[in-house]
């Protein structure tokens, strides 16, 4: 299916329709400096049973990149706006990353429009490493682009091995990162340092599975035992010895746990 676009607010939302449009209604949302093209090695596995919506968040892809900070609560309003848009009542919600914090927010301050969440390699709490590390690439990116940035994250996102291979699916997430507007790339990651839903998680009613990477540094186990343990029911799967971006290393393992979990939740 073709990219489309809907005005939401005062930006353009990118989105693409894929899978079966008789199923249910699967939102996918992506990390910080990629785009929807983030789950290509999940679509196969998804599109028999689910009606799959894929959408650029704010900044990033096709989507508007006007100037920022953003914030969270902007991130909110833009995805329900596409659903009201769509004329979605409710999705099913799988997130990676920030894709995954924006789920949160979402069962947290709009439940009535989340069916299921599917958190995966995310966390719910800004640290003060993680401000600091959001300040150090803020400032690579100010000075000389996109380029450096990944230079200095792939082997956070990435295997060693998978690095050291350079696959097509690497240069892939590589040549979508390095495109992200950099307007886009600081409003998105000023909006994260301030993440604050840990306290408010128990709120989330929505069933609720969360995949995690076992040696992720970026959002390490940590992050994912405290959401599994404060959203009421959840529960947690690893992938061990996986690094942030699991989902385009070993999508056949990733891809068993997001649809038995659909599955079940559907």
């Known amino acids: 299916m073709s990219l489309e676009k809907r005005r939401v ?3 353009d939302i990118a989105y693409r329709w894929q899978g079966n449009p008789d199923g249910p209604v699967v939102m996918m949302a992506h990390a910080m400096g990629t785009s929807h ?12 049973r689910y009606h799959l919506l894929l959408y650029d968040w704010r900044g990033h892809g096709d989507s508007g990149a006007p100037e920022g900070p953003y914030t969270l609560p902007q991130f909110l309003g833009d995805a329900v706006g596409l659903m009201d848009a769509l004329e979605l009542e409710a999705v099913h919600w799988v997130g990676i990353s920030t894709g995954g914090m924006i789920g ?12 299921s969440l599917s958190l995966c390699n995310t966390t719910s709490q ?19 682009g996109m380029d450096p940035v990944w230079e200095m994250t792939k082997r956070l996102w990435f295997t060693d091995d998978f690095v050291d ?13 390095i495109r992200t507007p950099v307007p886009g790339y600081l409003g998105g990651t000023s909006a994260v340092a301030d993440l604050a839903y840990l306290d408010s998680l128990h709120q989330i ?6 995949i995690a990477a076992g040696a992720d540094p970026v959002t390490p186990i940590e992050r994912s035992e405290e959401i599994r343990d404060r959203i009421p029911g959840a529960t947690l799967t690893v992938i061990d010895g996986q690094r942030h971006f699991s989902n385009v290393e070993v999508p056949e393992q990733f891809n068993a746990i997001l649809r038995a979990g659909l599955d079940e939740m559907t």
């Open 9 to 11: 607010g005062d930006i």
């Open 37 to 48: 093209r983030i789950w290509d090695l999940q679509v196969a596995a998804l599109a028999d």
């Open 104 to 115: 949160q927010g979402l069962g947290i301050h709009f439940p009535e429009r989340i069916r």
């Open 126 to 144: 800004s640290t003060p490493w993680y401000r600091d590390w959001v300040a150090e690439r803020q400032k690579v990116v100010r000075e000389s």
């Open 165 to 177: 291979a350079e696959n097509a699916d690497f240069h892939a997430t590589r040549e979508v990162f």
């Open 205 to 210: 009613t929505a069933p609720t599975r969360v």
